[in-house]
């Protein structure tokens, strides 16, 4: 037994080739239809062909895959009896997820006859050419990520205005709500309509079906400037020959203080919770990152492509438990595989525990991470009581470096200080150079508080007296 699959074609009886329609009109048993809302169905009731239609699932179920997943068993169910025979809209193997379904099972031969593709009489109709870019997409299942304004693009399988609303929602946050856009209803037949309108009209008193689709033309590039692609083309041609003089200047090494620096505005960014501002430093972060591999792909050794593969596998490798099989119950089993397998990478070319520490760390910082990884595999205290003997040890040595007179050693004895603070930080789940951060960020705002007052009262600072000015800070403390 198997099943026929035929294809209605995208519009009237007159688009049907002949042989389909002859294959139809001798049909003696009735023919399955996943929908009976199509012109060439009509006509060919009129002229006594009989059809099942499946229509009364899309009222019973609440997806589409629900509804193709029961066509298709049913479809089997009766293959099993006898021959079948079974129409669809347009061609078989366009947008035709049923078809896909039949086609993937091993059990019962599936057959394509025929049928004419809407797409022939939708490029003429819009007077495009496929060929300078063109994606088709399905609007009952798409991700907007997947978009490429770039492209002509078209929506089929436009149903409903729920449906129109979900592309237009899509639609919007990549382009201006003016920007027209086509919708194109039976293409090539003669109840062909085609209405060009604003994207933001799209799911307003407009007419849709199932034979309903969306063009949306090309996108100018001055529209594009918060997708990647038109960053990194940007980034190119300032490096290119008609670009910038000092972006075609600049080396990974000319460039390396410009990478921190934006970094710590970033920190500023976050530490006083502007989101603005946060958004501004991140593409100035963004911006570094680009310079850097397009240095790379123009001195032929990599691509920003590159890049984004290297932390992709990265972060897939480090999630077992979210892209393979392995479970996790806490935070620290998350870590503890972080770290084995973060080991296992780097097993040939780390010799030591403590590498992987960026050298350039602040001094605060890096005693943090030392510590850490030595920690990791059981170097460590065993009891947080044990830290604080360590600090009131560490202290009465800095007092006996002091009255020693010894420069070299006063200094030795306070980095040993600096030091077993930076462990207390780390028992207590504290990163030392936020806390310190935030220490400073504080300092400034009660001195710059004192500043102010003093200067109020027409007072000049450096002649204030140490009682006034821990007076104004005492109240700068009380306000926050």
């Known amino acids: 037994m198997k099943i026929e699959v035929i294809g209605l074609g995208a519009g009237d009886i007159d688009q049907l080739p002949l042989g389909v329609y002859k294959k139809l009109i001798n049909e003696k048993t009735v023919i399955y239809a996943r929908t009976l809302d199509h012109p060439v169905i009509e006509t060919l009731q009129a002229e006594g062909v009989q059809f099942t239609s499946f229509d009364h699932l899309y009222k019973q179920n609440q997806t589409f895959e629900a509804v193709y997943q029961e066509i298709v068993y049913t479809l089997l169910e009766k293959a099993k009896e006898s021959n079948v025979m079974y129409a669809v809209p347009g061609h078989p193997m366009l947008a035709e997820k049923t078809v896909q379904l039949l086609l993937e099972q091993d059990n019962t031969d599936v057959e394509i006859i025929g049928g004419q593709s809407y797409l022939d ?109 038109r960053l990194r083309e940007v980034i190119a041609i300032l490096r290119g020959p008609n670009g910038c003089p000092w972006d075609k200047e600049q080396t990974h090494e000319s460039l390396r203080e410009y990478a921190i620096e934006e970094v710590y505005e970033l920190i500023d960014a976050i530490n006083d919770q502007d989101d603005d501002g946060i958004i501004e430093e991140l593409g100035d972060v963004l911006l570094q990152i680009m310079l850097h591999s397009q240095i790379g792909e123009d001195d032929g050794y990599y691509t920003i492509d590159d890049v984004i593969k290297s932390i992709t596998d990265k972060m897939i490798y480090r999630h077992p438990h979210v892209f393979s099989d392995v479970s996790v119950d806490s935070v620290d089993d998350v870590l503890t595989n972080w770290e084995a397998l973060k080991r296992e990478e780097k097993k040939e070319t780390r010799k030591s525990i403590l590498e992987g520490i960026p050298k350039g760390l602040p001094a605060l910082l890096k005693a943090y991470k030392l510590q850490k990884k030595a920690a990791k595999v059981g170097f460590d205290w065993n009891q947080v009581e044990d830290i604080w003997q360590k600090l009131d040890e560490e202290i009465k040595e800095v007092r006996v470096a002091i009255e020693s007179g010894h420069k070299v050693e006063i200094e030795k004895e306070f980095g040993d200080v600096l030091f077993v603070l930076a462990n207390l930080t780390r028992y207590y789940k504290v990163n030392p150079e936020n806390a310190l951060s935030q220490t400073n960020q504080k300092f400034i705002q009660r001195f710059t508080y004192i500043e102010e007052k003093l200067e109020e009262k027409g007072q000049d600072i450096t002649k204030s007296t140490l009682d006034e000015m821990d007076h104004y800070w005492n109240e700068a403390k009380e306000r926050e």
Request: aromatic content about 10%; glycine content about 2%; overall charge negative.
């Open 121 to 229: 009489a939708l490029f003429t109709s819009l007077k495009i050419d496929p060929i300078d870019g063109f994606q088709f997409v399905d609007a009952t299942g798409f991700n907007r990520s997947e978009l490429n304004y770039q492209n002509h693009i078209v929506f089929c399988q436009v149903y409903d205005q729920f449906t129109a609303s979900e592309v237009k929602l899509a639609l919007l946050e990549d382009l201006p709500p003016d920007y027209q856009v086509t919708i194109i209803d039976a293409a090539g037949s003669n109840k062909e309509k085609k209405l060009t309108i604003p994207v933001e009209e799209l799911d307003h008193s407009v007419e849709v079906s199932n034979l309903t689709s969306v063009y949306i033309p090309p996108a100018p590039k001055q529209l594009l400037h918060h997708t990647f692609n």
